[in-house]
């Protein structure tokens, strides 16, 4: 052997055996980036022969990179595995003959007997969940900040860890959790949502656990509640931090004994699921405020996940602009033009992913062709909503005095709820937000 380079000849047999052995795509590549073997699988991932593998360094594969991944900005998976002589394993993009696909990097540094690493192994696997372009079915993107949430996404969803899904509305928290549901060992069993907020504790009680016949007035039969409709599945709790503190500690009796009761009967049941949970409230300042527990705080976050904001993706706009465009009218191609797209990618969507769709959507009702311009997505508001917005910078500015912007917030919206004679679903609409998520800012307000 030769500055690790080489592979002793009487070695190759063993090790070209041992790389078939593994069902991924592997490679064995030397501490200078050099590929040294490759099994079958990883030649038909990147679509290219032996011969041509032959010593190119590990970069040009799979980047098509003349340096390694570090120099041009990504983590390295084999630099930081010789600098800390342990595994490693990272979320990369690479480029196949596919176009770029999200993979999960493992390398293996190999050590001699005197602990001198020798070579490294490197497996790859396709992303379950995350997609570089406009496919419907995975989470769409490739922004740095996209990229590393789905690398926590791929390392906890063959756990049975509970998860929670943090960020602000419009994220896409419910589909995350649909995509980690995918990519668990729960994917054949059934995935049950259940929204928090606006549940009476006599209503929480009966969609979480069910209810016997005559156990209250109207329960006139049996009703099986969303535990047990998950039963080896995945119980995802949208917007948890809504659930007062009353039904609060009847939710930690369930994750901590893994048993409930149908309202009205004295027989436990068992309980098999797995817990995902999401808000967009700060539930450690709600423990401050003593409105949350804090006990059912670290049962549902052992496992925490930020979900970043569209304004810190700015990389993935285009891509789910494409794809929303694809799903709003399938019939019909549209474009965006580059003024368009440009306005899009500084655009600040305070309403987020959903928002995004809205724009788009509105969009394409005002075009009459199949080009979307920039006056499309700007043409979007009524008079009425421009006297809406001078209205709220006068409250921002009314004696200079600046406002907390959640308390700007309710006054905008008691300001619109009195001018305004559209119903809750135009409204939410034309605010950017879903129905659901401007009936809970109703009841806040209430």
């Not at 709790?237 to 309202?263: A, W």
């Not at 794809?323 to 306005?343: D, G, M, N, V, W």
């Not at 006068?394 to 005095?401: D, R, V």
């Amino acid at each position: 052997m030769k500055n690790n380079d080489l592979i002793k000849q009487t070695d190759k047999p063993e090790v070209i055996a041992m790389l078939e052995s593994i069902a991924e795509p592997a490679v064995l590549i030397s501490r200078h980036y050099k590929i040294l073997a490759a099994n079958k699988a990883y030649e038909n991932y990147y679509e290219i022969t032996a011969q041509k593998i032959h010593h190119k360094h590990c970069y040009e594969v799979s980047h098509g990179y003349n340096r390694p991944c570090d120099e041009a900005g990504e983590t390295c998976p084999l630099k930081n595995s010789l600098a800390s002589q342990q595994p490693h394993r990272v979320l990369h993009i690479h480029h196949t003959p596919r176009g770029e696909e999200h993979v999960d990097v493992e390398m293996h540094p190999i050590h001699n007997d005197k602990h001198e690493i020798l070579y490294f192994l490197e497996t790859i696997k396709s992303s379950k969940v995350a997609n570089c372009q406009a496919k419907q079915g995975s989470l769409i993107g490739r922004s740095p900040a996209f990229n590393y949430m789905i690398e926590l996404i791929e390392r906890v969803a063959p756990t049975e860890a509970n998860v929670l899904l943090l960020g602000e509305s419009g994220t896409g928290k419910e589909v995350t959790a649909q995509a980690i549901h995918k990519a668990s060992k729960h994917a054949g069993s059934p995935f049950v949502p259940l929204e928090c907020s606006g549940l009476t504790e006599s209503l929480f009680e009966s969609e979480l656990f069910g209810h016997e016949k005559g156990a209250f007035t109207g329960a006139n039969n049996r009703k099986i509640g969303l535990v047990e409709a998950a039963q080896h599945g995945t119980l995802f709790l949208d917007e948890i931090g809504d659930i007062p503190l009353s039904m609060q500690v009847k939710l930690l009796r369930l994750i901590e004994s893994q048993t409930f009761r149908r309202v009205g009967s004295t027989e436990p049941q068992k309980a098999d699921f797995r817990l995902i949970c999401a808000t967009h409230r700060d539930l450690p300042q709600m423990i401050k405020e003593g409105k949350f527990r804090q006990d059912l705080y670290y049962r549902i976050s052992v496992f925490p996940i930020h979900l970043p904001s569209l304004k810190i993706r700015v990389e993935d706009v285009k891509t789910l602009s494409h794809y929303f465009l694809k799903i709003i009218s399938p019939s019909r191609k549209y474009q965006l033009s580059t003024e368009a797209l440009a306005y899009l990618e500084q655009y600040d969507f305070p309403g987020n992913i959903r928002e995004l769709r809205n724009m788009l959507e509105r969009a394409c009702i005002m075009t009459d062709g199949d080009i979307i311009a920039l006056e499309h997505l700007q043409n979007i508001h009524t008079p009425n909503d421009n006297h809406q917005k001078k209205e709220a910078f006068a409250f921002a500015n009314s004696n200079n005095e600046i406002i907390p912007l959640e308390d700007l917030e309710s006054r905008y919206l008691k300001s619109i709820l009195t001018t305004s004679n559209e119903d809750k679903k135009t409204l939410a609409t034309k605010l950017g937000l879903s129905e659901r998520t401007l009936y809970r800012k109703l009841q806040q307000l209430r």
